[in-house]
């Protein structure tokens, strides 16, 4: 094996940075993946590639970029417990100290020690490079019957949904309303029919992600973002409302939209980060009985089980990605998704494995 690797690293001008750095070692408790798959999230976008806004969780640490990453152990370090060379993962996208309350959920997302709370690809090395590093109990095992292109979704895309659908409550009572039909938006599409949603909408400004949800048959019906949505989304549901919606745009129009076209008694969940909202409490959700969730991201006991349930509906998350770059294209890949011209964008073999 080789003792140096290409990795991508982003300077916060809109571009990406190749550097040749030496193949890291696995310490206790460590493995060394051969990067199978990485896909870039619209948080890395917003936070590291157009300039470092990030602060806190988001403070992107000019570590190698990518923290949807999977692969397969080509190391184990000693003290692994469970995972040994050969098996296929998924990397949990944020390494928590393992012990204070919200990492013994599994959520280490929103671990609180400042000290060890790092996540993948923001303040400790990610996936964008051709080996990385990662802690065994951050591991999620891949099934054969999925690819590394769909490992790499699970965590922050698909995990992240499920997690706020599991917390909503999706089932075949359910119009569901969809605003933003980025990767997160066409990954609620998937998992809401698959959940068994019986009418799923969405919304979104740019006409080839509208067009590409109906064409992966993620969404019934799309709407072009615009101030009638509210009433274009009753209209639609017999003058009620949705019984449930997905906010995944970060947009505070969409997400009023998303708050006022929740029907009475409906509930509705907050997944884009960032920039505001403003509602009127009373008539908007008081008075007719609503919930507003917010979820962030997910629990590794949640990632294991929407592995088996993939396996069991069939679902292939790679079925969103529209584009595929070698990790050399990196620059590529990520204007690409900056660009929003298109469906997820992943640094991987061009051929399934
Ligand atoms: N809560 C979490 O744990 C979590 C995890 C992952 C990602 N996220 C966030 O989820 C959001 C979506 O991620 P993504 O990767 O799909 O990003 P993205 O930027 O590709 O998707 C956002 C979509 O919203 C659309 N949009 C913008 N303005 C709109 C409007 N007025 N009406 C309707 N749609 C509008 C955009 O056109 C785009 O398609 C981001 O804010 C990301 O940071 C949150
Ligand atoms: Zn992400
Ligand atoms: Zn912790």
Known sequence: MSKTMRAAYLPGNSTVEMR?????TPGHGEVLLAMKASTICGSDIR??????LGKGPEGYQGVIAGHEPAGKIVEAGPGCRRFKTGDRVIVYHISGCGVCNDCRRGFMISCTSPTYRRAYGWQ?????????????KDLILLPDSLSYADGAQVACGFGTVYEGLEKIGINGNDAVLITGLGPVGLAAGA??????????????????????ALQLGLCDLVLASGPDNVAQVRDLTAGNGVERAVECSANADARATAIRATRKWGKMVMIGEGGT???NPSPD???DQKTIYGSWVTSTWRMEELVERLVRWELHPEDIITHRFSLEKA???????AS??????AVCPKKKE
């Open 285 to 287: 959700i008081i008075h």
């Open 331 to 337: 620059d590529e890949a990520y204007a690409l998704m």
């Open 47 to 52: 936070c590291i590639y157009h300039e470092h």
């Open 340 to 345: 929003g011209r298109c469906g997820k964008v």
């Open 191 to 212: 998992l809401c029919r698959k959940l068994g949603a019986q009418k799923i909408i969405g919304i979104d400004i740019a006409q080839e992600r509208l067009d590409l």
């Open 124 to 136: 400790r090395d990610g996936g964008m490079a051709e080996y990385m590093i990662a802690e065994e």
């Open 277 to 279: 909202v403003s509602f």
């Open 20 to 24: 040749t750095v030496p193949v890291p």
